[in-house]
Every structure is written in structure tokens, then in C-alpha cells.
């Protein structure tokens, strides 16, 4: 009996130790089943962290800023602010074409390693493509046509030279390895603004129908042909001006992990400030509120004023209507090398009109930079 008594002892505390091996087991899973363990626990941490703060964004924050160009280690928001940013964004544009850097001049090779510094730190990576328009030959933004979305879905004219661009895509996040050798799991914030007509994705180049269709083909070529388990997918319209604007091209729920919008400060004045402030809220309103009832992650995707002229716009403008919310970040758009766009930056440089005013709003306990989130 007292031998029985042992042995039920003794598996209890096998089966127990079994269940604490597992930290997966009781984890939400992003859209793709095979996602990576770390692109579980990446996803699972966006929900807790926004329990903590909005984490603050920066594009291209290591790779230059307003006065410097690859410099190891530094970074305009931490030259303000004593840290990184918590997410940093980076940008894909000409990696379609196995160009050995992307549009702004950003070698992808430094940006892989970029990404890996940041995993190292704890800090998380963003991703947007303003891939080329495959018809011309052109950029993005050349969108005079619209039938560039048509010819690359299955069946049309480009579509087998499109799935090219996507291999290569597929290979650089294939290639973001941490030290182990584990695939570093980043976010995949594809086909944005497209309900503006600016890109040959957008509103005005192809039907709702057809860029759902992008999306999901997107998605099902890079998950389930290329294997790519790392990514969590984000959509990230411009700002609309309602719900039905939100979702009249949304791929479904299958398809997306994040949700967020993009929406920028022009002007200086009041009129301005206010129309942008309730552009933010109606978006945030719209973003969390699809965002809880589908079980998903709401972000800003890209924000800003470039130059920043108002000398309060973090404080004042930016905090007032994003503290009354939880979601997961709030990214600001990047800061070119003056050389190439003088008044071209989003987040200030020491000496910077508001860079006093960056430091108090990255102060905040509600605002997380790097160290706020490292584990
Ligand atoms: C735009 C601008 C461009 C840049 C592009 C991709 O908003 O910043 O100068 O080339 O993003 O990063």
C-alpha cells in the first residue's frame, strides 16, 4: 500500500513537472498554427505588455539619424531620451528586386543585424515593404494603373514574377536569426494605407475584392510555401473615417494578428491639432474596440509631424488622447539623414525644438521604452 502510495507520489509529480515544461501550452496562437515558439511568446507578450503601457516606436532608429549615418549603437531617441525605443520599425522596399539595400539607403545586411540587437535587448521589430510596382518597373507610388494588383494574383500576366518577389521576401525573414540560431519572430506590416490611392496597392488601383485577395495569397505563400513561421501579420490601413471604411477591404480574421492605422499631423494650427487629435481617437476607438471583440492586438502603425515645430506635441497633443487608451505601440515615422531630406524627421535629435518635451513624454510610467520591456 505504502509502496502504491509512492508510485501515484511520484507520477503526480512527473505529470506536474511535465505541465511546467510546457510554457506554451496555455498561449494564444497567432493566425499561423505553425508559428515558432518565439513568435507565440512574441504575440502572447503584446497582449501583457499593454497591461503595462504603450510601448514607443521608432523607424529606422539604429541604422541613421537627422545628423548621422550608420553609427554603432546609436540612435536619435536615445541621444534624447538615455534609451531605445521598445519596437523599432524597418522598412523592406527593394527587397524584391535582391537589392543589397532597401529604398533609404539601408543595407540588408545591417538591418538584420539591427533586428538582432534589438531581440538581444528584449525590444520587438516592425516591418513595412513599399515593394516596387512590378508592371513599370517603378516605385510603390507609381499607381497610375489599376490593374497592378489584377496581374500578380493567381492567373495573371505577372503573377509567377511576383511570387519571385515574394520568395525573396520569404528569404529575409528566413535569414533574422538570433544567436542560437532560432528564427527571430517580427512583425509583418504589409500592403499599408492602401485605403488611400498613393500606392499601386491602394483604394483607387484595384477592388476590395482583389487586394483581400493580395493579402491572403501574401500570406498563404509566405506561411504555407515558404514556410515562414516568424511573422506575425499586421493591417494597417490610413486613417479612415469609419468602421465600414476600416473593414471594406479586410482580409478576415484568418489572416490578421494586429490591427492599427497610420495618421499624421499636417500644420501648425489649432485647426489642425484638433482635426489630427480626432482623427487619433476615432482610429484607436475603431482599432481597440474590432480589436477586443476579435481577440487581436491594436497598434498605431505610424504617426508623427514632420519637423516638429510644436515644441509640446508629445505632451500635449500626442498624450492626451493616447493615454486614455491600452494598446500595444505607438510608432513614429523615421528621421532621414539630413544630407537626403533635411526636414524629414518624426522623432527629435539633441538640441531639437522638442526634444525636452520627447524626454517627458518617454518618461512617463505609462510611455515603455527598451528597458521598460526587456525581460
Ligand atoms: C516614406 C518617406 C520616404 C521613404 C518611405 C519608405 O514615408 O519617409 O522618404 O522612402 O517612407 O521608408
Same mark, same amino acid.
Given at each position: 500500500?505504502?509502496?502504491?502510495? @509512492?508510485?501515484?507520489? @511520484? ?42 503601457? @504603450? ?10 539619424? *537627422?545628423? $548621422?549615418? =550608420? ?43 539591427? @533586428? ?19 508592371? +513599370?518597373?517603378?516605385?510603390? $507610388? ?15 500576366? #505577372? *503573377?509567377? =514574377? ?31 494605407? *492602401?485605403?488611400?490611392? $498613393? ?27 515558404? #514556410? ?31 490591427l ?7 500644420? +501648425? ?17 475603431i482599432v481597440?474596440g474590432y480589436a477586443?471583440k476579435s481577440?487581436k ?17 508629445? +505632451? ?12 500595444? $505601440? ?13 526636414? *524629414? ?16 513624454? +518617454? ?13
Amino acid at each position: 500500500m505504502e509502496k502504491y502510495l @509512492i508510485l501515484v507520489i @511520484i507520477l503526480m509529480a512527473i505529470t506536474q513537472s511535465c505541465k511546467q515544461k510546457d510554457p506554451l501550452a496555455d498561449m494564444k496562437l497567432p493566425i499561423d498554427k505553425n508559428a515558432t515558439k518565439e513568435a507565440i511568446l512574441l504575440y502572447n507578450n503584446l497582449f501583457k505588455l499593454m497591461d503595462k503601457g @504603450i510601448m514607443l516606436g521608432h523607424q529606422d532608429d539604429l541604422a541613421y539619424g *537627422h545628423a $548621422w549615418y =550608420r553609427e554603432a549603437g546609436r540612435s536619435d531617441v536615445k541621444d534624447v531620451t538615455g534609451d531605445y525605443p521598445a519596437v523599432i520599425g524597418w522598412e523592406l522596399g527593394h527587397v524584391e528586386t535582391g537589392a543589397e539595400h532597401n529604398l533609404d539607403s539601408v543595407y540588408f545586411s545591417d538591418m538584420k543585424r539591427y @533586428i538582432r540587437e534589438t531581440y538581444n535587448r528584449g525590444g520587438i521589430t516592425t516591418i513595412s515593404w513599399h515593394g516596387d510596382n512590378i508592371v +513599370t518597373g517603378g516605385t510603390a $507610388w507609381d499607381c497610375a494603373q489599376d490593374s497592378v494588383v489584377r496581374t500578380v494574383l493567381p492567373g495573371g500576366l #505577372n *503573377h509567377e =514574377r511576383y511570387m519571385v518577389w515574394l520568395d525573396r521576401v520569404a528569404d529575409f525573414f528566413l535569414d533574422l536569426k538570433d544567436d542560437n540560431g532560432n528564427l527571430i519572430p517580427v512583425v509583418f506590416r504589409m500592403y499599408h494605407e *492602401h485605403t488611400g490611392g $498613393w500606392f499601386w496597392w491602394g483604394n483607387k488601383q484595384c477592388t476590395p475584392e482583389e487586394y483581400k485577395q493580395l493579402w491572403v495569397m501574401t500570406v498563404e505563400h509566405l506561411r504555407d510555401k515558404k #514556410n515562414v513561421h516568424n511573422l506575425l501579420y499586421a493591417y494597417s490601413p490610413a486613417e479612415v473615417k469609419d468602421e465600414a471604411e476600416f473593414f471594406e477591404r479586410y482580409p478576415g480574421d484568418e489572416y490578421v494578428d494586429m490591427l492599427g492605422f497610420d495618421c499624421y499631423l499636417y500644420g +501648425t494650427d489649432s485647426t489642425a491639432i484638433a482635426g489630427y487629435q480626432e482623427a487619433m481617437d476615432r482610429n484607436l476607438k475603431i482599432v481597440i474596440g474590432y480589436a477586443a471583440k476579435s481577440g487581436k492586438i491594436p497598434t498605431i502603425g505610424e504617426t508623427g509631424m514632420e519637423s516638429i515645430p510644436n515644441p509640446k506635441y508629445f +505632451t500635449e497633443v500626442v498624450y492626451p488622447v493616447i493615454s486614455k487608451y491600452k494598446f500595444a $505601440w505607438i510608432l513614429f515615422w523615421r528621421n532621414a539623414w539630413e544630407s537626403d531630406k533635411p526636414n *524629414h524627421y518624426y522623432a527629435p535629435f539633441e538640441g531639437q525644438v522638442s526634444a525636452p518635451d520627447f524626454k517627458e513624454f +518617454t518618461d512617463k510610467p505609462d510611455i515603455l521604452m527598451n528597458e521598460d520591456v526587456r525581460e
